[in-house]
């Protein structure tokens, strides 16, 4: 059991605020000086004879020609000065006269476009406290912008977070949540055993064993008790993880998640003092990703999970520090890989001890903690494996991390939604878990494996003295080497572009973010940003569709705007764009989902299925190819065998790891 290295400070409140737009203000475009014509009978590099004469009686100005366009009898031509007619006085004017001339088939201002970037993000908290999201200078930075302006994520990405469970009332989660689970069985003692004032015997906290109620209802210990690691208030910790990996973005409040889109299925392992248990965790594991046996009394999860975060560690001396093949986690964890999920695990908060349990079982994704400049956290494990991938994902100074809480001292305060400043790999690991559900958007077929030799190979050099040891004089730096630190520092922009420059490019359909909504209608979704499979905006088509919630009124279906005309009072629905590359003929869909907020996202259910099929399985579909799970029955070893009486010493307090 280790103490974890908890920094945080409160850097927002919420009280009742109310969420509010902002129009962007609109400025008078003036005149266009030029035009292209497109003309018939025109030859390839000349202007039909006469037609300047036309164009320079008809505007009443001089206009020269400027050159010939790649387009097929298009020429770009330049007013010397405005025109001083009374009837030519707006562009709609100018367009309607040149249109008018004999020969001409059209006439297209050449308007001055700006770039259609993602500006940065509007939450309070972002610029202030997510400085390894932006492009700053600093070796680590993410670049998410750039990022955004490729893709903001796909509701058809399930991200499973394996924790304390979650507040579904939080600004920064509402709208994203699907139902979930509690798993934690053991259920609360009315005070719990100790040793010497130290909780040993965690209980569920919520009064009851498991049930399909994911909410979180704290983790503080009885009063006058202390946990393990030494705290005795709530964490709030799955909460935390999950903004990290999707929060709500663009808001205007809190913080930015890396993906604007992706859902989070809140799966509940740990109770009081934030422990769980290696048993609670595997049938999670199982239940989250739709394999192995299906319980009468839990059911099948709707909503298969593609990727699975789990920010948990321990030690694990009586394995002698590692991760047997035959241990149910890891077992579980292969079983997850053969449902096309990938899975993120937190290295642990261990001062540059190797990377824990179980973190350090083969097939997982590793992720630790770093600093702007790219050095390693002091608080973080390290160390690389040909088994499993280790990359840490950067936080500010100090390996800080941004994320949605709640004042709460033991209970959830119903007005304290708030964000503070964390440090643990707890909240490296939901960074590089939406790093992940951003590719998957981009290019739904990926593999675990594929992701991760992406990840590899586009992670970040570690820089000079990245590394640390510790010595009687405190921590002294050195160089990484790939075995004592890792893979790199992620690089979600160079893992980004190796996803879009693979064989077989696809096209991208970027949708906006989903958003929490208080009317009825209308409202706008905007997947003007799509790319095709060159990364341009050319030959691209769109088509949207309503794929879960009650029926809404559409327009502009085959748009890159659509119109949500009504129908969302009470409603949680979901829009799939699909754009194709009429070049290349290849297609990709991403899926956008509007909330309105009287809706309860833990018990909705469509009264009518707009998809015309089930409604519980259109918006996370799972390889057909992929097998089931369950696999490697019967013995599985002493490990195995032994991890399902062993609590894992997962503490996270606060910042959730060790």
């Known amino acids: 059991m280790k103490q974890c290295v908890v920094k945080y400070s409160i850097v927002a409140l919420l009280a009742g605020a109310v969420c509010t737009t902002t129009a962007f203000a609109q400025t008078a475009t003036p005149t266009p000086t030029r035009w292209v014509i497109n003309a018939a009978g025109a030859t390839p590099n000349a202007m039909p004879s ?14 020269k020609m400027v050159r010939p366009l790649l387009q097929p009898n298009s020429y770009l031509v330049e007013m010397q000065s405005l025109p001083v007619l009374g009837s030519l006085q707006t562009p709609q004017a100018i367009r309607t006269a040149l249109q008018a001339l004999p020969g001409v088939r059209f006439a297209s201002p050449d308007i001055q476009l700006q770039r259609t970037a993602v500006p940065a993000p509007n939450d309070g908290s972002y610029a202030a406290n997510q400085a390894s999201y932006m492009n700053t200078g600093a070796y680590a930075s993410l670049r998410m912008q750039d990022v955004w302006e490729q ?8 991200i499973a977070v394996l924790d304390s469970g979650v ?5 920064e989660l509402k709208g994203r949540l699907l139902p979930g689970y509690d798993f934690v069985t053991r259920a609360t003692p009315p005070t719990g055993e100790r040793e010497l004032g130290t909780v040993i015997n965690s209980g569920s906290n ?13 983790d ?52 009081r003092c934030g422990i769980a248990t290696s048993s609670d965790i595997v049938d999670a594991f199982y239940w989250a990703t739709g394999s192995g046996r299906v319980d009468p009394t839990i059911g099948v999860n709707p909503n298969p999970a593609n990727v699975i975060n789990l920010s948990f560690a321990t030690d694990t001396p009586l394995f002698g520090d590692s991760c047997a093949a035959a241990d149910m986690v890891a077992l579980a964890i292969a079983d997850a890989r053969a449902r096309n999920v990938s899975v993120v695990i937190s290295a642990g908060n261990n001062s540059g001890g190797a990377v824990q349990y179980p973190a350090n079982c083969a097939g997982t994704i590793a992720a630790g903690a ?17 088994s499993f991938l280790t990359l840490h994902a950067p936080g500010n100074s100090n390996g800080l991390y941004v994320g949605a809480s709640n004042t709460g001292e033991s209970t959830p305060n119903p007005n304290g ?30 593999t675990p494996s594929e992701i991760e030799t992406i990840l590899r190979n586009s992670a970040l050099p570690y820089p000079a003295n990245a590394d640390f040891t510790q010595g009687l004089f405190g921590f002294a730096r050195r160089n990484c080497t790939s075995t004592a630190c890792g893979a790199g520092l992620l690089n979600v922009v160079g893992a980004l572009q190796a996803t879009r420059e693979s064989s077989n490019a696809l096209p991208v359909a970027n949708v906006q973010q989903s958003a929490v909504v208080a009317s009825n209608g209308p409202f706008t979704l905007n997947g003007d940003l799509s790319t095709n499979s060159a990364g341009s905006s050319a030959n691209l088509s769109y088509s949207w569709q309503q794929v879960f919630g009650n029926p809404v009124a559409l327009a502009g279906t085959t748009n890159s705007s659509l119109q949500v005309q009504s129908g969302m009072a009470g409603n949680i629905a979901e829009f799939a764009l699909t754009v194709t590359d009429t070049a290349t003929n290849r297609s990709n869909t991403s899926v956008v989902r509007l909330a309105n907020v009287s809706a309860n996202e833990r018990t909705f259910t469509p009264s009518v299925d707009s998809s015309g099929g089930d409604t519980s399985t259109s ?29 894992l010493a997962v503490w996270r307090r606060i910042l959730g790891v060790n």
């Open 50 to 63: 006469g037609m300047m004469q036309q164009l320079q009686a008809t505007l009443g100005v001089p206009v």
């Open 151 to 158: 893709t903001r994520g796909s509701s058809n990405v399930v």
């Open 167 to 171: 507040l579904f009332e939080n600004p």
């Open 206 to 218: 919520d009064g009851d064993g498991r049930d399909p109620d994911p909410s979180d209802p704290g």
């Open 220 to 271: 503080a210990p009885p009063p006058g008790f202390t946990c393990p690691d030494g705290s005795t208030t709530s964490s709030w910790h799955g909460t935390t993880v999950a903004s990290v990996a999707a929060a709500q973005s663009n808001n205007g409040q809190f913080l930015a998640g890396m993906d604007w889109n992706a859902k989070v299925l809140p799966v509940r392992v740990s109770g």
């Open 370 to 386: 770093a600093e702007q400049d790219g050095q390693l956290a002091t608080y973080t494990a390290k160390g690389g494996s040909s």
């Open 417 to 446: 939604s708030t964000a503070f400043l964390f440090a643990g790999t707890s909240f490296s690991a939901p960074m590089v878990a939406g790093a992940i559900s951003l590719l998957r958007a981009a290019r739904p077929s990926l």
């Open 619 to 647: 918006t996370s579909p799972v390889s057909a190819t992929q097998g089931g799970g369950g696999g490697g029955g019967g013995a599985m070893g002493l490990a195995g065998l032994l991890g399902l009486g062993i609590l």
